[in-house]
């Protein structure tokens, strides 16, 4: 069974900094490559970070050099360090793998930056 379970969300004031943490059921965590996607409210779902079973990582243009993608093997977590926020950060925030044909999401964590 898959499981993606997110945490680490909040309320902060721009400029301040949050990590979550999606805690991955291993049978899909080894192996695979895993994103954080986000949803602000009116738009559209868009790809955050991405990081593959190596470690190589992605960005998106607008978090690049604020955000950081990593990934404990062991713990079977995924993580997205979030500084220099802004308040167009806020959004709920996914966790997600691809496994195949099928996307596979988290319940998602709401991040809300203030200014």
């Known amino acids: 069974q898959v499981q993606l379970v997110e945490s680490g969300g909040g309320l902060v004031q721009a400029g301040g900094s949050l990590r979550l943490s999606c805690a991955a059921s291993?049978?899909?965590?080894?192996?695979?490559?895993m994103n954080w996607y986000r949803q602000a409210p009116g738009k559209q779902r868009e790809l955050v970070a991405a990081?593959?079973?190596?470690?190589?990582?992605n960005y998106a243009y607008s978090v690049k050099g604020r955000f950081t993608i990593s990934r404990d093997n062991v713990k079977n977590t995924v993580y997205l360090q979030m500084n220099s926020l802004k308040p167009e950060d806020t959004a709920v925030y996914y966790c997600n793998v691809r496994l195949g044909p099928y996307n596979y999401w988290g319940q998602g964590t709401q991040v809300t930056v203030s200014s």
């Open positions: 291993g049978s899909i965590f080894s192996g695979n490559a």
């Open positions: 990081i593959t079973s190596g470690g190589s990582t």
